[in-house]
Nanobody, 126 residues
Framework: QVQLAQSGGGLVQAGGSLNLSCSAS????????VGWFRQVPGQEREFVAGISRGGTKTTYGEFVAGRFTVSREYAKATVYLQMGALKPEDTAVYYC???????????????????WGQGTQVTVSS
């Protein structure tokens, strides 16, 4: 059973920054691509960003528009989502997820991800 542990998030004013973290065991971490999704009540979970197993490729949702950066630190078996220039419409519960992928591939759909973190609330005030 793969377990992902999230941290970070919280309340920030519009234009501010927040960082999210997603950790797993090192064995798990090295074999999986990791993605970030977000969900607003009543809406479908939306792809935010993803990073490949080897960290060589990243992909972002169109709405990110250069404001977020996804990265991974193998020594700590952790993936980060650095969010900047936050807008009120970024308010959501953010989830990390892991997918068993071939090197160099980033998964962008919900169905590709098998394991999920517990979610963390991000609230951006206007």
């Amino acid at each position: 059973q793969v377990q992902l542990a999230q941290s970070g998030g919280g309340l920030v004013q519009a234009g501010g920054s927040l960082n999210l973290s997603c950790s797993a065991s090192k064995d798990t971490f090295s074999q999986h691509g990791v993605g970030w999704f977000r969900q607003v009540p009543g809406q479908e979970r939306e792809f935010v960003a993803g990073i490949s197993r080897g960290g060589t490729k990243t992909t972002y949702g169109e709405f990110v528009a250069g404001r977020f950066t996804v990265s991974r630190e193998y020594a700590k078996a952790t993936v980060y989502l650095q969010m900047g220039a936050l807008k009120p419409e970024d308010t959501a519960v953010y989830y990390c997820a892991a997918a068993p992928l071939l090197p160099g591939k980033v998964a962008v759909t919900l169905e590709e991800y098998q394991y999920w973190g517990q979610g963390t609330q991000v609230t951006v005030s206007s």
